[in-house]
């Protein structure tokens, strides 16, 4: 009973190879926004803005509330405060259990 409470939800098989490309993004990143992971995965913005608002719906990722990013000093020059312009997501404890759960499948059929 214990191992089928860690299994994913329905929802889970509506998640594509890229889905969790993001979602790993997010976990070893941490918060980012839409452009740069585009950026950092090699996959055109759209395609990672249509995919943030997706795992959104699905409650894989949240948005995080926009507040002041503060540098530290040497970091950025001349800058110590700026607006987040962009709209940031992390990933959820949902999120985390998917990825987690789609790494174990990909390494049980090595």
Do not use: C
Not at 6 to 13: A, I, K, R, T, V
Not at 44 to 52: I, N, Q, S, T, Y
Not at 61 to 86: P, S
């Amino acid at each position: 009973m214990e191992e089928k409470e860690h299994e994913p939800e329905e929802d889970y098989l509506q998640l594509e190879e890229l889905d969790f490309r993001i979602l790993k993004h997010h976990q070893d990143m941490g918060i980012d926004y839409s452009l740069m992971v585009a950026g950092i995965l090699g996959v055109h913005p759209r395609e990672v803005f249509d995919r943030h608002k997706k795992l959104r719906g699905l409650k894989l990722l949240k948005r995080v509330e926009k507040t002041m990013i503060r540098y530290r000093r040497n970091v950025v020059d001349r800058k110590w405060i700026k607006h987040r312009n962009h709209t940031y997501y992390e990933i959820t404890a949902k999120g985390q259990r998917y990825l987690n759960h789609f790494v174990s499948q990909q390494e049980k059929r090595r």
